[in-house]
């Protein structure tokens, strides 16, 4: 799987999820944001992972 992008939607209830499955990517703090300057390839299981375990689903790629 080739991933281009990484996002998160408004509605982020900032729960660390996605920190916990892939902190190489995701940092939260209010909300949670995607680090710049990462190959998301490097790090597309734990992207996809974090994904599903959003409980609000709200990160999103392409």
Do not use: Q, R
């Not at 909300?31 to 490097?42: A, C, G, I, R």
């Amino acid at each position: 799987m080739t991933i281009a992008k990484v996002w998160i939607e408004d509605g982020c209830i900032a729960c660390g999820m996605c920190e916990e499955i892939c902190p190489e990517v995701f940092v939260v703090d209010d909300v949670s944001h995607v680090k710049l300057n990462v190959d998301f390839n490097e790090y597309a299981s734990g992207i996809k992972a974090a994904t599903d375990a959003c409980p609000v689903e709200v990160i999103k790629y392409e």
